[in-house]
């Protein structure tokens, strides 16, 4: 019953903590800049203004580009339910395999891109060309991390992998570290942030997502806009249940209540860490050419590649 | 260089039209402006602008040594086209057709350009002025160039655009992500500002000069009133001609540096951008505190300035410089040392040198290619003989090249400043310009390059005809040959490093 109840505090949490992520990263961004920036909170203002308004639809708009807002908001909060954040011992877990996982959202990629191509407008189509570039090397990168880790823990089940980390079972492993740099930098680039793609930007003709998804407007680019916030802090999460899952209560028990407050605790400690090191990372660097995101990525796809290798050197000694 | 080369000799050749100031103008019969046409074909005369009458055309050349304006009466409304020689001509040749109805024979492009279809007169401007028959043209009706190619597609842009920006058009034909041709349409602010100046006073039209373009107040200013008062045989006095040059020079670091950031911002690096805007809104205010006005609009007006430095705004100014070199040259060395950022500027949308002396391009666009015309040295105007200040050029024209002009120009200016706020003459601001007929040409050089004016003046000292020429109108063609070759996603960092009016262009 406890465990019901803990997953039901995990769907909520998630959907309630992303705004403030996303929020806590611009207001810093503005601070590192030097601006006085809008308030942590105002995401949450923004989601309100956009339900309130009418929605405006392309005429020649099929139902592939009405639908797709919500089908890509559920799918991206199935996703970040599934991830541990501060309890293991939860009934969706048991549904959190990583290759599930990466097949959630390359199914919300996939109707997001359907529908910027839906209406016919050249900066809908550009920004699907562009996300299926990223996306088709993105994935062999994410995939590759998960073999790597898949092969220390023999599982691509999450609350295994956290409990297998908990339990100390792995120490410091250049593998791993590979592994961590190379899922960062496929989360930058799956996230949409600089230096991929600039969320913040203005100039229909750089944008990938926002470009995407510049048809949509009123409730349709709330769930767009809530659905990319918690696709963020689902990467930030999935990188911490993975490389960092310290304090994830194990067991959710009376007797483990107070666990579950510290695995809380830590969790929100961890995100916003997150969040922190995002926003010093995007201060100090420019948004790199179109083409460059391919060497980026590839760049992924070794380092990943490497932790592979580096296991098997390293078992073989 | 054989004397037929030489502008003089062409100029002495044709028949002086008395009472334009200060650089002769010509009139040239058909068989001349034909020779001129062969003679620009030949020669590297640079073509500054060419505008017409109701019933003549003006064109303004320059050789190494002479200025003149060359004007051709066409009463049957026909004219040969200079822009097939001079590309640089083609749409200001459009403009006349669209204004005065005066045609271009031989053109090389006969669709309008400033006319979308939408004014309720045709030509409003020239002799045939007529109510428009039929309905409004449709935005979309315009002979676009036709996609050639396999695997070509197009991208239209705007004229809306997602930021705060002005309107404009923008058709790429693209191969994936290279851009194979860029085509620009412009037009969409046109204020028939030239048609609102005629019959005014001076005064009056002024404030419509300062309106042009309006981040370039203050030179489209300048260059007007040097222009009346050229026509009106009278000068400003020395106070008031340095009184300029600040306000010149405090208008061109502020835009300098709002391009700075701006180009930065595009690329996605919002430190510099938040900094370099903290740092223009320093100068904004020392500006609005010494004149009374931000960006010093209705400050230059003929025969002088509207206002008065006093010795506290020359004390806040000199704060300013003192305060802003050390910052300006902090956030210098940070582009200079992000990897990042330059990955992005350098060799991104080289402009080819010959292509900028061919279209006479001004400013930072011509000074990052090799071309280092700057008016405020060649023609020259007070006070800039005796002030020290270096012209800046580079050869790259790339968008680092722009950058780096803008850098050291305003680094220039900031010297400019310190020299005019040291040795301030004493003395008047304003002398009235007496109401003669004549004719006045000026040439000044604004943050964008140089804005050339012609004014022509009635017996009371009324507006007959004046044209403004921005710097845009030579530099709006060569973005187009810039970005060839370049990504679709690198063109708002190309149109942000030309920063080209379109109020300016669009008139």
Redesign the interface.
């Known amino acids: 019953m406890l465990s019901f109840l803990l997953q039901l505090v995990q769907l909520l949490l998630v959907l309630l903590l992303a705004p403030l992520l996303t929020g806590f990263v611009r207001t810093l961004k503005a601070r590192l800049v030097g601006r006085r920036g809008p308030s942590p909170a105002q995401p949450y203002r923004d989601l309100w203004r956009l339900l309130r308004k009418e929605a405006v639809v392309a005429e020649n708009a099929s139902w592939v580009f009405r639908s797709a807002p919500s089908l890509v908001f559920a799918l991206s909060w199935l996703a970040a339910a599934l991830v541990p954040t501060f309890a293991l011992d939860l009934p969706l877990l048991r549904a959190a395999d990583l290759i599930a996982l990466v097949a959630i959202l390359g199914s919300a990629r996939f109707l997001q891109a359907l529908a910027g191509m839906d209406v016919g407008t050249s900066f809908g189509g550009i920004g699907s060309s562009r996300e299926m570039m990223i996306a088709s090397l993105a994935e062999p990168a994410i995939l590759l991390v998960i073999f790597t880790i898949s092969l220390f823990i023999h599982s691509t089940m999450l609350p295994h992998i956290a409990g297998f980390v908990l339990a100390g079972e792995v120490g410091i492993r250049v593998s791993l570290g590979l592994a961590l740099i190379a899922l960062i930098m496929v989360a930058i680039a799956e996230t949409g942030r600089i230096p991929v793609d600039n969320p913040a930007t203005h100039l229909e003709l750089t944008m990938v997502h926002e470009a995407m998804v510049l048809e949509y407007s009123g409730r349709h680019l709330a769930l767009i806009e809530a659905g990319q916030m918690v696709r963020l802090l689902f990467f930030v999460s999935l990188i911490a249940a993975i490389f960092a899952p310290w304090g994830i209560a194990e067991a959710s028990t009376a007797e483990g209540v107070g666990l579950v407050g510290i695995g809380l605790a830590l969790y929100l400690g961890k995100v916003f860490a997150g969040g922190l090191l995002l926003a010093l990372f995007e201060t100090g660097i420019a948004k790199m050419r179109v083409f460059r995101v391919s060497e980026f990525l590839a760049g992924a796809l070794l380092l990943s590649l490497l932790a592979t290798i580096f296991l098997y050197v390293s078992q073989s000694l | 260089m054989t004397d037929e080369g030489r502008l003089e000799t062409f100029v002495r050749g044709c028949e002086a039209v008395p009472g334009h100031r200060p650089w002769p103008r010509v009139r040239a019969g058909r068989a001349q402006w034909r020779a001129l046409a062969d003679l620009l074909a030949k020669t590297e005369w640079e073509l500054l602008a060419l505008w017409a009458e109701p019933a003549e055309v003006h064109v303004a050349l320059r050789d190494e040594t002479t200025l003149a304006v060359v004007s051709h009466p066409c009463p049957e409304g026909r004219f040969p086209s200079l822009g097939r020689i001079r590309p640089g001509a083609i749409r200001m040749e459009r403009a006349v057709h669209d204004l005065f109805g005066l045609l271009a024979e031989g053109r090389a492009d006969d669709r309008p350009w400033l006319d979308h279809g939408r004014w309720p007169v045709t030509a409003p401007l020239g002799k045939e002025r007529a109510p428009r028959l039929g309905p409004p043209r449709e935005a979309a009706d315009y002979g676009f160039l036709p996609v050639e190619g396999e695997g070509l597609h ?4 705007g004229p809306v ?4 920006i002005e309107p404009g058009h923008f058709r790429f034909h693209a191969n994936g ?1 290279t851009v194979a041709r860029l085509e620009e349409r412009l037009g969409y602010v046109h204020k028939g500002i030239e048609s609102l100046m005629q019959g005014r006073t001076a005064d009056e039209a002024a404030r419509l000069a300062a309106r042009v373009s309006g981040d370039s107040t203050v030179a489209h200013s300048l260059a007007f009133a040097r222009a009346v008062e050229a026509a009106a045989e009278t000068t400003a006095p020395p106070r008031a001609d340095a009184l300029r040059a600040v306000m010149a020079e405090l208008e061109r670091i502020a835009n300098h540096l709002g391009d700075f950031g701006a180009i ?1 911002n ?6 510099i ?3 370099a805007m ?1 740092l223009r809104e320093l100068v904004l205010r020392a500006a609005g505190a010494c004149f009374g006005h931000r960006l010093m609009m209705d400050r230059v007006v003929p025969g002088g300035v509207a206002c008065d430095l006093s010795a506290k705004g020359a004390a806040t100014l000199k704060r300013l410089i003192a305060e802003m070199r050390p910052r300006f040259e902090a956030l210098v060395e940070v582009y200079d040392n ?1 990897p ?2 330059l ?2 500027t350098v060799t991104t949308g080289v402009t080819l040198t010959h292509l900028v002396h061919r279209f006479a391009a001004g400013g930072y666009v011509g000074r990052a290619a090799g071309r280092g015309m700057d008016a405020r040295k060649v023609p020259g105007y007070p006070p800039y003989e005796r002030l020290d200040f270096e012209v800046p050029v580079l050869i790259e024209g790339d968008v680092n090249a722009r950058v780096w002009i803008r850098f050291t120009e305003i680094g220039e200016s900031l010297r400019l400043l310190a020299q005019l706020l040291d040795h301030l003459p004493s003395g008047e601001v304003r002398r009235s310009v007496p109401g003669r007929a004549g004719e006045g040409l000026a040439i000044v050089e604004g943050f964008r390059g140089d804005v050339l004016t012609w004014v022509a003046l009635d017996g009371e000292g009324r507006v007959r005809r004046c044209h403004p020429r921005d710097p845009s109108w030579l530099q709006w063609p060569l973005l187009e040959a810039a970005i060839l070759g370049n ?6 960092l190309c149109n942000k490093s030309f920063n080209c009016s379109y109020s300016g262009h669009d008139l």
């Open positions: 197009e991208i239209p842009v655009h997602a930021g705060i992500e930065c595009d690329a996605s690096f919002g430190f951008h938040a900094h903290a992000k990042s950022l990955d992005r990504i679709v996603a690198d063109f708002p």
